[in-house]
């Protein structure tokens, strides 16, 4: 699916929000996108309603293993959200448009925050499998935007401010919870490749060297489309491998779930205490 003009977007988002209107007049604040190996977030949720992706008109579908496609409205942190229980990306064919798609509708429904995360691989070598790191800055590596195309006004801007991309009062929110609860959080620069095979060991020297500590697959093409809305972002990375060339190792699905599962206990204090503090 793209939208060859605003027209043809509009219909089809109007058509992804009547359809979720005649089901909940629920109205969330906060979005929230969980990542490969994150979906258990939802087991906090307070949750009103679930929505399976596949009966939303014009929504992507999960096809990744730990994805489970559904969104979920409901109460977490004190704040009224909705929460994506699996995401999309650019490797499973989706075009950018379509992954940001979710987030468009979202933000019409009444959302003004984006709360992001991911599974990523650790690039700098004072990371190590299983942290956490708050993301600061990103790097688009992935060839596209989501904002290439016709632009509507009603949206944003046709060139929007990226100087901020991450809100600074959500980074300090998110250190004040770290540092209360005792969590180890790191910061740092998360960078999009399209995936899906894992880097090189050049590719991986090669993105450390351009400024990046984390890479992967996803957030970036739904964090652009969230800034030209102008949603607060707040964007969370756990550290499922270490991929340092000198000492890489093969790395399967499964061992990258089990080390999200490491660093989930972690995000989700970090997430529920950020929504709380907003």
Same mark, same amino acid.
């Given at each position: 699916?793209? =939208?060859?003009?605003?027209?043809?977007?509009?219909?089809?988002?109007?058509?992804?929000?009547?359809?979720?209107?005649?089901?909940?007049?629920?109205?969330?604040?906060? !979005?929230?996108?969980?990542?490969?190996?994150?979906?258990?977030?939802?087991?906090?949720?307070?949750?009103?309603?679930?929505?399976?992706?596949?009966?939303?008109?014009?929504?992507?579908?999960?096809?990744?293993?730990?994805?489970?496609?559904?969104? !979920? =409205?409901?109460?977490?942190?004190?704040?009224?959200?909705?929460?994506? &229980?699996?995401?999309?990306?650019?490797?499973?064919?989706?075009?950018?448009?379509?992954?940001? =798609?979710?987030?468009?509708?979202?933000?019409?429904?009444?959302?003004?925050?984006?709360?992001?995360?991911?599974?990523?691989?650790?690039?700098?070598?004072?990371?190590?499998?299983?942290?956490?790191?708050?993301?600061?800055?990103?790097? /688009?590596?992935?060839?596209?935007?989501? !904002?290439?195309?016709?632009?509507? /006004?009603?949206?944003?801007?046709? =060139?929007?401010?990226?100087?901020?991309?991450?809100?600074?009062?959500?980074?300090? !929110?998110?250190?004040?919870?770290?540092?209360?609860? /005792?969590?180890?959080?790191? &910061?740092?620069?998360?960078?999009?490749?399209?995936?899906? /095979?894992?880097?090189?060991?050049?590719?991986?020297?090669?993105?450390?060297?351009?400024?990046?500590?984390?890479?992967?697959?996803?957030?970036?093409?739904?964090?652009?489309?969230?800034?030209?809305?102008?949603?607060?972002?707040?964007?969370?990375?756990?550290?499922?491998?270490?991929?340092?060339?000198?000492?890489?190792?093969?790395?399967?699905?499964?061992?990258?779930?089990?080390?999200?599962?490491?660093?989930?206990?972690?995000?989700?204090?970090?997430?529920?205490?950020?929504?709380?503090?907003?």
């Amino acid at each position: 699916m793209t =939208f060859d003009t605003i027209e043809s977007f509009r219909a089809k988002r109007s058509e992804a929000l009547d359809f979720i209107r005649s089901k909940t007049d629920f109205k969330p604040e906060v !979005l929230i996108i969980l990542g490969t190996g994150l979906g258990n977030l939802a087991r906090e949720l307070d949750t009103e309603l679930t929505i399976g992706y596949q009966d939303i008109p014009h929504f992507p579908v999960s096809t990744v293993e730990s994805h489970s496609g559904k969104l !979920l =409205f409901g109460t977490l942190g004190g704040k009224k959200v909705v929460l994506m &229980q699996g995401r999309f990306h650019y490797y499973e064919g989706y075009s950018m448009q379509e992954i940001a =798609f979710p987030v468009r509708v979202a933000q019409a429904l009444g959302a003004r925050a984006l709360l992001v995360s991911n599974a990523a691989g650790g690039m700098n070598p004072l990371y190590r499998r299983g942290d956490i790191m708050c993301i600061t800055d990103h790097i /688009n590596m992935l060839g596209l935007n989501p !904002l290439i195309g016709p632009n509507d /006004n009603d949206l944003g801007d046709r =060139f929007p401010d990226m100087s901020e991309p991450y809100s600074n009062r959500l980074i300090k !929110l998110a250190e004040e919870v770290a540092l209360a609860q /005792n969590i180890k959080m790191q &910061q740092g620069v998360y960078v999009a490749v399209p995936g899906p /095979n894992l880097e090189t060991r050049a590719e991986y020297r090669f993105l450390r060297l351009i400024g990046a500590d984390v890479v992967g697959m996803s957030t970036v093409p739904e964090v652009i489309a969230a800034v030209h809305m102008k949603m607060e972002v707040f964007g969370i990375s756990a550290v499922t491998d270490e991929c340092f060339p000198e000492s890489l190792q093969p790395v399967v699905l499964e061992e990258i779930i089990e080390a999200a599962s490491i660093a989930e206990p972690k995000l989700t204090k970090v997430i529920k205490g950020v929504l709380e503090k907003m």
